[in-house]
């Protein structure tokens, strides 16, 4: 696990050089970029979630593209479209913002339904069809949406569909009084990004992704997944619990995240750890508990306290 160590190191090192204090929130984001997950960032504006996108494709070399979404943007506006060129007499596929292979889709509660359904087919086949002809996405390929759960005119909640195509979900935060006073003293003369460097290579990158499946996961430790998401479609709070595709990122999260912590198997911890930011938005809470002011986060946090915690047992060879 020694690339996927690496890899992380260096790329958290020079996030911090942009964002302050904001460790465990770019160590996630990195953690789904080496998943080939996607990720939902949840806040009110101005707290970093641009700039974190920005630092995390300059760091890897990546190719990155910032599609600002609106409600008269179209599908087409997003994939791509194809034009008839007169020359050679034949359709060309002029490719859309998606196609790069970090994408912010900023604010993307503010574009239609229609508009956001045009980004499922490349979030989860990796794939965007236009005209009939389906044309692949660059790899590796990471979706970093952003939106502000406070400002609710002009914009369409995101279904859950879509919602659960995203393999997490955080929120930054306001920074506190010292972090702040940090970055003003940074930013006094010029932005730190433009001074950012290159850290990784792409070939780093997907041999990191290709090294975290090989993370060794426990019969039991599958259970206690299993356990976790079934606990939660079961919970009297719940109107919708977490689908199995709640398991597989609850799995992969786990994999990475052990892997940047140098170890080659998951332990329970680690499931624990990663429970809230991959479970939390996929559960849609009954209307009688929203009443009585019940989140997400308690149902997850109750979940893992009744949950009961597999044993250890050696590692047969």
Known sequence: MRIVQTVADQVLNNIQRVIVGKQNEARLTLLALLCEGHLLIEDVPGVGKTMLARTIARSVGCSFRRIQFTPDMLPSDVTGVSIYNQKTQEFEFRSGPIMAQIVLTDEINRATPKTQSALLEAMEERQVTVDGVTHPMPRPFLVLATQNPIEYEGTFPLPEAQVDRFMMRIQLGYPTKAHEVDVLSRQSDHH??????????????????????????????????????????????????????????????????????????????????????????????????????????????????????PGARARVR
């Open 192 to 309: 730190p990004i433009q001074d950012l460097q290159q850290v990784v290579g792409v070939e780093e990158l997907v041999e990191a992704q290709q090294a975290v499946r090989t993370v060794y996961v426990d019969e039991l430790v599958k259970g206690y997944i299993v356990d976790l998401v079934t606990t939660t479609r079961d919970h009297p709070d719940i109107y919708l619990g977490a689908s199995p595709r709640g398991s597989l990122a609850l799995f992969s999260a786990a994999r990475a995240w052990a892997a940047m912590e140098g170890r080659d198997y998951v332990i329970p911890d680690d499931v624990k750890l990663l429970a809230e930011s991959t479970l939390a938005h996929r559960l849609i809470i009954s209307p009688s508990a929203r009443i009585k002011n019940v989140n997400a986060r308690q149902i997850i946090e109750d979940t893992l306290r009744h949950t009961p915690v």
